[in-house]
């Protein structure tokens, strides 16, 4: 049942709880990146907890309370970077809890959740902040027994005199070490990864003893005194504006706090006109809707379609492009003289996030400053839209970041933190606004689509001589939309000599964003399809081929490494018993097909193992994947997890989702118009990891782009029939 | 209009309307937040309550068509034998990512298992396919099931 002390308390200070802010001993990151710390003492009031710094409070009983810093969207951060500080302090993880850190860009540097970065980011950071405070609680227990440091060695939670034997426990010394000056975090010294007894070993989610009872921390669940619930209705085109609406009717309503018209500028990604209903209940204020008539403005983008788009689309791909993205040698010499050529234009489509928990945020004023509550990935980025669009000072916008019902990057924007928020000052009342599902995939910040006519050239002897792509993609001038945009130094591009990579913008004035591996989500199912193509049309295996293409182990700029690609194709190949025929299902076509993809500084090579029933309908059998990502994995429990849920997540969009516009409108409002994986369709995905010499990075979303095209070239070797439009049609795949 | 609920084991009275969705008159009138809003529609399971033992989608079931019907949410999915064996088989295999409908997604489970001690792979594509998780965590929700199973039949 309810537990008050579940909830974040309105009342709640943007500090550690009990700590007095100016005894504080501050480990963060300063402004030019590098760690410091400034001196201080901390003692919590009644518990006797001291903190060591910013992170790592212990209580006298030895007992551990560590900051997250980062959001948590289902990706395991808010117990791996807790893991990696742990692991440097040397204590007992059963004796550690966790709290979400507050935003504050002081203690903490910068906090989100995205582009697979935490990892990435903070691994070196946290364990010099655990390797401080062990650093301190160690020099505390050397004067206590007036021994050198030296002769001072660590287990968990206990600091130990080598030669007598002597033990003290954290706990006893932590209020001395909180007064020592901190060491000097560039020299602190850090454990051999040899004896790590954390990292590395699989720990489950922090949270997820909670999640199982079913208490309540999630963002939805936020629960302030005297609150009243919020839905808010906008233009169904994106960026219309509201001329007039029958307030007094929906006002009259039993239930109905208020109805209110609040103001909204152009930006998409800001504030946007809209109707406030709040209500005593969520499901009052919705059903609200229903009597609701607002007269909308549409603007300039009611005329969308996605038919229009793709007509203008296929004309652009008659003209030159008008961005070059890249360009290597001579394409068109090269082509003429190739000794194969092929043509082929790929097409995938808009998508939704639709991350389970819909959009919402809990906003009130109180004691002249706004307080939120909400699931974001990123809380400072959303407090400066708060701050900017209601013309309040920064300092006057706390943001509590609660966990999140998944991210997948849609989080990234705060438009429903800045509704939340402006709904909230305009009708003085503590406010819960809560999307519906026809709210969030209607206005979403969608994976932007792309048309790409691609020509490959390949000589006498089968190598891939030749590339060229005209991608036509979206954005205003030559400025790609949101996420819209790609690198010129995608793969293959930089392994092939001749290469030219141009584009052409559709100014559409759709949302867009990013999106679980934005851009290369999309094109890895188009350059590693058409790899697959010009590998059967050279005649050789699809491995051989991706093999030669990666060359010599080699770095290729300063991000790219064939050498780790060539390890994870190897090993996936092993994994899949590749180049021998998979067993067929029983009146089916059964294929394998490989992909290979570099993203978010992840390796990862896959096979979809796909069968294919007579009227078309798939099966995916089987997925195999190896993935490098570094050095150390942090916690391999959640890091399959996630590779798995990757995986999945790439299947189902090839498998069926699409947002189609009309009239400027989305077409597709829940789940039965976009569907999502279910357990019928999982299949299993078997996972391993290939540790190489560099330092960890992150799994959020490396692993998803090769799914696509994997599956799509499992199809191709079942059918003979190529997918060239996302989602697959599964009318094509007839026997 | 004042209904008379049989919640988690407890009488509940609440004054709401008939119409109002189970879902609703549990999260925002009674404060019990175990189950999850994701679809308003029936297509998600994330607001999965039993009914009798029985699960159904509490956003489509207007309180008034609960009646004497037992409800049980989540939070009291530790009262029975089986629903305390999921909960630590999903702790066990380190199921949840996100965990937003694995609340829904355990009392499927738990629905199963209790008038299924030993389902197929079948069986659970078809009592959880109304469920969906969109970290589509299905490798250790399927494996999950099958632990709780196979612990049953070693009694």
């Known amino acids: 049942m309810m537990d008050g002390s579940e909830m974040p308390q309105s009342s709640a200070p943007d500090r550690p ?12 990151l300063g402004a030019g990146g590098a760690l410091m710390l400034a001196a201080g003492l901390g003692q919590a009031e009644g518990t006797g907890e001291v903190a060591l710094s910013a992170y790592i409070r212990i209580r006298p009983d030895g007992s551990v309370t560590l900051q997250s810093k980062n959001p948590e969207i289902g990706q395991g951060i808010k117990t791996s970077l807790p893991m990696i500080i742990a692991e440097e302090l040397d204590v007992d993880w059963a004796r550690v809890s966790i709290e979400q850190a507050a ?3 002081t203690r903490f540097g910068s906090q989100f959740a995205g582009g697979s970065l935490s990892t990435a980011l903070n691994y070196d950071q946290m364990r010099k902040v655990g390797a401080a405070g062990r650093a301190l609680l160690i020099a505390a227990a050397a004067v206590r027994w007036s021994v050198p440091v030296a002769e001072c060695r660590t287990e968990p939670g206990v600091v130990i005199h080598s030669p007598s034997g002597r033990r003290l426990d954290y706990g006893t010394l932590v209020a001395d070490a909180a007064k020592l000056p901190p060491p000097d975090l560039a020299t602190v010294a850090l454990k051999d990864p040899k004896a790590f007894r954390i990292i590395g070993k699989p720990h489950g989610g922090i949270d997820s003893a909670r999640i199982v009872k079913g208490q309540p921390i999630f963002g939805i669940d936020t629960v302030v005194p005297g609150m009243v619930y919020a839905v808010f209705e906008k233009c169904p085109v994106f960026g219309g504006k509201v001329v007039s609406a029958n307030l007094d009717e929906v006002r009259a309503l039993k239930g109905v706090r208020g109805a209110l018209i609040v103001r909204g500028g152009p930006a998409l990604e800001g504030l946007l006109d809209g109707v ?23 603007g300039a983008s009611a005329t969308v379609s996605s038919e229009g788009l793709a007509a203008t689309a296929d004309a652009l791909s008659r003209q030159p492009g008008t961005k070059v993205l890249r360009k290597d040698g001579d394409v068109d010499t090269a082509l003429t003289g190739a000794a194969r050529v092929l043509e082929a234009a790929y097409s995938y489509p808009f998508i939704a996030h639709a991350p389970l928990e819909p959009q919402n945020c809990t906003a009130l004023m109180q004691d002249g400053k706004l307080v939120i509550h909400a ?5 400072q980025a959303g407090r400066t839209l708060v701050a900017k669009t209601l013309g309040l000072p920064e300092t006057d916008v706390i943001v509590h970041v609660t966990r999140c019902g998944g991210g997948f990057g849609r989080r990234l924007n705060n438009d429903y933190m800045v509704e939340a928020a402006a709904i909230a000052r305009q009708s003085g009342l503590p406010v819960k606004l809560v999307w519906s599902r026809e709210d969030d995939m209607r206005h979403d910040f969608y994976r932007p689509g792309a048309f790409h006519f691609l020509k490959g050239g390949i000589d006498a002897q089968g190598h891939l001589v030749a590339w060229r792509n005209h991608f036509v993609s979206f954005g205003q001038g030559d400025k790609f939309a949101p996420s819209a945009g790609m690198s010129g130094s995608e793969t293959p591009a930089r392994l092939v000599p001749h290469c030219l990579i141009e584009a052409s913008l559709i100014p559409a004035g759709l949302p867009t964003g990013a999106l679980r591996a934005p851009s290369s989500n999309g094109l890895s199912f ?45 090993t996936v190949a092993k994994m899949a018993d590749w180049g021998h025929p998979p067993v067929a299902r029983p009146g ?37 994947v190896a993935g490098d990502v570094g050095s150390q994995i942090v916690n391999p429990s959640m890091a399959r997890n996630q590779v798995q849920g990757a995986v999945l997540d790439g299947l189902a969009q090839a498998l069926g989702q699409e947002i189609t516009f009309r009239n400027g409108r989305a077409e597709q409002s829940n789940f039965d118009g976009f569907p999502l994986l279910r357990m ?11 540790l190489s010499d560099h330092p960890p990075t992150g799994l959020g979303e490396p692993a998803l782009p090769p799914a696509p095209p994997a599956l799509c070239n499992a199809l191709f070797a079942a059918t003979g029939h190529r997918v060239r439009r996302l989602p697959i049609d599964t009318a094509a795949l007839k026997a | 209009m004042t209904f008379r609920l049989m919640i988690n084991g407890k009488a509940r009275t609440v004054d709401v309307d008939p119409d109002m969705p189970l879902l609703w008159v549990l999260r925002d009138t009674l404060d019990i937040k175990g189950p999850k809003f994701g679809c308003g529609a029936g297509l998600c399971g994330a607001c999965t309550v039993h009914l009798d033992g029985q699960p159904v989608r509490s956003c489509q079931t207007p309180v008034s068509a609960v009646g004497k019907a037992r409800v049980t949410t989540i939070e009291a999915l530790d009262q029975t034998a089986v629903g305390r064996a999921v909960q630590q088989a999903w702790l066990d295999l380190d199921v949840m990512q996100c965990g937003y ?21 079948e069986d659970i594509d078809g009592a959880m396919a109304g469920n969906i998780c969109r970290c589509a965590t299905y490798n250790r929700i399927r494996a999950a099931i099958h632990q709780v199973a196979a612990a049953h039949r070693k009694g």
């Open chain 1, 680 to 690: 019928p369709q999982s299949c299993p995905v078997e996972v391993e990891f290939v």
């Open chain 1, 526 to 570: 188009v350059f590693q399809s058409f790899l697959d193509e010009l590998a059967h049309a050279a005649g050789q295996d699809p491995l051989a081929f991706q093999l030669a293409l990666m060359g010599e182990p080699r770095m290729i700029g300063t991000d790219f490494d064939t050498g780790r690609a060539i390890a994870v194709l190897k």
């Open chain 1, 17 to 28: 709880r009990g700590l007095d802010r100016r005894l504080f001993l501050k480990v963060g």
């Open chain 1, 103 to 105: 935003t504050d860009a």
């Open chain 1, 276 to 298: 406030a209903i709040l209500a005593d209940s969520w499901w009052t204020a919705h059903r609200a809707r229903q009597t609701l008539k607002v007269v909308w403005d549409e």
């Open chain 1, 375 to 379: 699931p974001t990935q990123t809380p």
């Open chain 2, 101 to 121: 409908c694995q609340a829904g997604q355990m009392m499927s489970a738990t629905a199963l298992l209790t008038a299924n001690p030993a389902p197929t792979d």
């Open chain 1, 588 to 624: 089916q076509r059964t294929g394998k097909g490989l992909a290979f993809y570099f993203s978010h500084r992840g390796y990862f090579a896959e096979v979809v193992q796909a069968s294919v029933a007579e009227g078309g309908e798939i099966t995916v059998d089987k997925v195999w």
